[in-house]
């Protein structure tokens, strides 16, 4: 039996094109090939899969919507958060790695840089030869990310950098560095760092219960000289890092849909099969409940971000809808996740099976690009008119 079944309640498949399909089937044969059989070993021991990039450039899933004049594999939305999806069935924390590479450091390349700088970086970070990070979360501000320390100053020929970005995914063993910082008119830009740079380091932060397999880490900057050609041209203020947010944040929508699956797939199967008191406990109401309830969450999850990539593909999307949809499928899939693992009793909390670890990466993905409490308030704000953060 295939051992990937989708949910698809309510006939999906009807709304996506075969092109979406095909690459459903291609990303996911390789998420049980490539990634299902070691992820578990990797995350028990804090390690970070690297052998696997080349394939996650191989699938194209380093910038999908990017054009493939610069090495994207310029596709759609949807495309987009189909990989997404079957890459988190596997495990977030490689999600978080392409949605870092391709949301956070080539789109903004993309979206707000020179010519040159696409050239340079973007075919390069598309093949996965080079790995990037996106530093915008510092020790002091995290959900204010206005309020940041990090900057910029002018020096004549180069910029100084100073300062220090905390939680950063993929820090460890990036190339390179999308790091947004203040200049000396307090205005918020945007700096390509690259390892090598003097007075620039990447420390790994040990001890996470969540993301295990994900390597995250600090970006600390003392003196860094910034060749002034390294400076985003085309984006000033706080909505340049947000507009990235954006991007990531659609894909985290559709991303955690996939653990929310692998969850309810691995819960339906083990309820079938497994005994007590002479019968499947799939036969208890209790356990019933448990079911009907995800495969409700998970169908109307998958309307919404199915909608949400028809209007992203049409430009239409707004950053309050993402925020809706980023936080309805992570709050979908963390409570299916905490269910499924007591549907499989004392085997739940083995690594025998994904459950626990989607659950614990989970808690991650309901803090970072915005927490679930500041999603909230985004859509309270979009209703309301009023500004509840300050
Ligand atoms: P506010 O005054 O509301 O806005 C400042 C300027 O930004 C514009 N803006 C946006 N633009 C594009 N997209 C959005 N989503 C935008 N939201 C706001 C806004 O129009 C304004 O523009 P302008 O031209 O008027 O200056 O800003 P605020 O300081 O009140 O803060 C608002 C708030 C709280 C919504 C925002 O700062 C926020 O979203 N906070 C959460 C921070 C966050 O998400 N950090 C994520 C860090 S990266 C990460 O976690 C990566 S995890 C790894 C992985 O992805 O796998
Ligand atoms: P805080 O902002 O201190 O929030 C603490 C609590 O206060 C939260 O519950 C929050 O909801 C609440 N709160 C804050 N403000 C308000 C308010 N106005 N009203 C009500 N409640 C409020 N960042 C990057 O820049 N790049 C990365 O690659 C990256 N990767 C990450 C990887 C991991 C594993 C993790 C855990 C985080 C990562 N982050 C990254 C950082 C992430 O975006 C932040 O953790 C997140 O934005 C929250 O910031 P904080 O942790 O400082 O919490």
Redesign the pocket.
Known sequence: TDLYQHPDYYLMDELLSDEHKLIRSTVRDWVKKEVSPIIEDYAQNAQFPKHLISGLANLGVFGPTIPQDYGGAGLDYIAYGIMMQEIERGDSGLR?TAS?QGS?VMYPIFAFGSEEQKQKYLPKLASGEMMG?????EPNH???PGGMETRIQDMGDYFLLNGA?M????APFANLGVVWAKDDTQTIRGVIVERGMEGFTTPETHG?W??RA?A?GELIFQDVKIPKENILPNIQGLKGPLSCLNQARFGIAWGALGAAMDCYDTALRYAKERKQFGKPIAGFQLQQKKLAEMITEITKAQLLVWRLGVLKNDNRATPAQISMAKRNSVETALNIAREARQMLGGMGITGDFSIMRHMMNLE?VI????????HL?ITGLDVTGEN???
């Not at 990070?133 to 979360?137: D, K, N, P, S, V």
């Not at 939680?167 to 993929?170: D, G, K, Y």
């Not at 803090?367 to 500041?374: A, K, Q, V």
């Open positions: 978080s870092v956070l990070c996106f530093g915008l979360t995290g959900s204010d970005k939680w950063i995914s993929n996470k969540s993301l994900s995250t991650s803090t970072y690009e915005g927490t679930h409490d500041i308030l509840a953060f300050t």
